[in-house]
């Protein structure tokens, strides 16, 4: 009885092993056809899987979350008598962002700042989470509706210009004119865009270094911009659906 006792627990202990033995070639094989896959992938592989998508979202205007992202000036804060607002709402081609105000070349009266101009509006991005990398693209483009008025878009990157110290940071400007009444896609290749100190373009060789944008605006003045726009004191309206980058290179 002993004999056919230790007889069967030996049976069951060689069951099991047998058992643990085979789970073990299982799981060894199953990495194995995973490992030989992903050697398969990366011996198949072609540039396309390294090169980014040839467009970017930056902005999309059809949620009221974008207004989060942004936040006005004017020349009011410095004694000038325009104003400005951004609201998403629904036009009738689904929800757009629309920047609208009025310019006036006027001053307030007894206003403390001493400005050499006024009538002037923007609006502009709050500063990315750390900084956005645009180095694989070289054109802005933005869907836009106007009043045929020309705008100023404006590219902030991270300060390697200005001297140590100074806190804000570097500006690249690019005026587009936006014609009236219909939807129009504006592409500003990054060329374009030139460094501006304070609104005032720079004269030197400078290069911008798409690699570390920290934040976008959009502005409008009274008076410049391209020929044959609209300019002057009064209303302005502008609708936005979206900013992209995008490679066309």
Known sequence: MGFALLGLESWCSLWVFSLSCRDFEEREMSRFRALLQ???????????????????YIFNFGSKEELKKWHLY???????????SLEISDTGNGLNGIFSGNLSSD????????????GFCGMRSKKFNGFIDLDAYDTISL??????????????????????????DNSWQAFV?????NWYIAKIPLSRYLPTWRGSVIDAEMEMNPARVVGMSLSVNAEGGVPGARSGP???KLEIDWIKALRTE
Do not use: C, H
């Not at 992903?38 to 899987?49: C, F, G, P, Y």
């Not at 090169?51 to 970017?56: G, I």
């Open 38 to 56: 992903a050697t398969k992938k990366a011996l198949t592989w072609n540039v396309e899987d390294l090169v980014p998508p040839s467009e970017r």
């Open 74 to 84: 004017s020349d009011s804060e410095y004694g000038g008598l325009s104003s400005a």
């Open 107 to 118: 001053f307030a009266e007894g206003s403390k700042w001493k400005m050499n101009r006024s």
């Open 143 to 168: 869907k836009v509706k106007g009043d045929g008025r020309s705008y100023i878009s404006t590219i902030y990157t991270e300060n390697w210009v200005n001297s140590p110290g100074q806190d804000e």
């Open 177 to 181: 004119f936006v014609p009236k009444d």
């Open 234 to 236: 009064g209303d302005f």
